[in-house]
């Protein structure tokens, strides 16, 4: 990934939602102008939904999700259903395709995303197989049972296309992605020093994702950065004509560079940075005090983004473990969940810890706190884990 790419988690998310072959791959190939999506008058085609990246105009960055019908029947079907369900909690901004009746189905999914605060677009699909009364009648049982109007399209009309891209852009949450990852912590003309120690989990010649990408937002307002690693920071420190604004760190390192930080330095770390670019800081802060309350008896589950094969001294399966241990009682349980690998089912848990989670987007993010707030199981971050583990969250800044 070079650094003027967007990534995938930073992407509004578009998520298209109907039964078999109501025509969500043939709409999605029409808005992209591209053959993203395989189309077949065999329903079912879609065993899987399908992720592609696009730059759309007046979108912008996005991902168009092409997801399996919800209506799909037998053991492999359900399987089909359960990745559609798994969608719909990546999905920023939903459009729901109606082709004929009965629409219970699809009247229900608008009522999820709804209930998520997900903007919905209803869609008469493949509207050139349609006579204009039978669309009339459709339109009509549409707003009368999901209070939305819809947009009557055919993948096959570039201009009733058109209007559904137009609404789209109408539909587009507000801040769906925080435009900022530092927001009033860093400003033009700020000096910050970077600290990124460069162990086995970043690859010789790689930076990891987080730190690729606030560089890159630091940049873009102007700020004069300098890089370090934890080893060499007090040279880089003596090597500044004067302190700088911000300190940002690698969140394994905390306590060993706010020992070295200059007084008047704010601090804070990549990981505490994304808590709040990607989910709920306040939240993650409240959850860290679960931990005093941890007992030898206690469940943690640590959920990693990635899905990378562990390497040694990895953070969520060895170094927070590690320091939990140490400081409850070697008795504690610890399970550890990877990629999108999280159990709906919480109650068993006493604390939830989560990544800085940059691999994915915001409102999945939110969909895994919601679940824990419904549930009411304390969930943090590792930045701030960590930071109060190290006995200094109260110094951070945020």
């Known amino acids: 990934m070079s650094l003027n790419d967007t990534p995938r988690s930073n992407r509004l998310h578009i998520g298209l939602f109907g039964k078999r072959n109501s025509g969500k791959s043939s709409l999605i190939n029409a808005l992209t102008h591209q053959q993203i999506a395989v189309v077949s008058d065999v329903a079912g085609t879609t065993t899987?939904?399908?992720?592609?990246?696009?730059?759309?105009?007046?979108?912008g960055p996005c991902v168009f999700i092409d997801t399996p019908g919800f209506d799909d029947e037998g053991a492999l079907g359900n399987l089909r259903v359960e990745q559609t369900k798994k969608a719909l909690e990546k999905t920023d901004l939903a459009l729901v395709l109606f082709h004929n009746e009965p629409i219970d189905l699809e009247c229900n999914w608008i009522k999820a995303f709804e209930k998520k605060n997900i903007p919905v677009i209803a869609v008469i699909s493949q509207s050139d197989l349609m006579t204009k009364e039978q669309q009339t009648n459709l339109i009509q049982i549409i707003k009368k049972n999901s209070g939305l109007y819809p947009v009557v399209c055919s993948a096959n009309d570039k201009e009733s296309v058109e209007t559904v891209r137009r609404e789209i852009i109408n539909a587009l949450p507000f801040n769906?992605?925080?435009?900022s990852i530092t927001g009033e912590l860093a400003k033009?003309?700020?000096?910050?020093?970077?600290?990124?120690?460069?162990?086995?989990q970043a690859p010789k010649g790689r930076l990891i994702l987080p730190q690729v990408q606030v560089l890159r937002e630091l940049l873009d307002k102007k700020c004069i950065i300098l890089s370090t690693t934890a080893d060499t920071m007090e040279s880089a420190l003596s090597s500044l004509s004067k302190d700088p604004d911000l300190i940002i760190t690698d969140s394994q390192v905390f306590k060993s560079v706010y020992k070295k930080k200059p007084a008047q330095s704010k601090l804070t770390s990549f990981s505490v940075l994304f808590a709040g670019y990607k989910g709920d800081l306040p939240y993650y802060l409240e959850g860290a005090k679960a931990i005093e309350a941890l007992t030898p008896h206690s469940r943690v589950l640590i959920a990693e983004a990635c899905t990378h094969a562990p390497l040694s001294e990895d953070i969520g399966?060895?170094?927070?473990?590690?320091?939990?241990r140490q400081r409850i009682g070697n008795a504690l349980t610890i399970d550890v969940v990877s990629g999108v690998d999280f159990p709906k089912k919480l109650h068993s848990y006493?604390?939830?810890?989560?990544c800085g989670a940059c691999m994915f987007n915001r409102q999945y993010v939110l969909s895994r706190i919601g679940l824990a707030k419904e549930q009411e199981i304390p969930m943090t971050n590792y930045g701030v884990a960590l930071a109060y583990l190290s006995g200094i969250l109260d110094f951070i800044d945020f």
């Open 48 to 59: 899987d939904s399908v992720y592609k990246s696009m730059e759309i105009h007046g979108i």
């Open 317 to 324: 399966r060895e170094k927070l473990p590690r320091l939990l």
């Open 176 to 179: 769906y992605e925080k435009e």
């Open 350 to 354: 006493d604390l939830i810890i989560q």
């Open 188 to 200: 033009s003309g700020d000096v910050i020093l970077l600290v990124m120690p460069q162990d086995i």
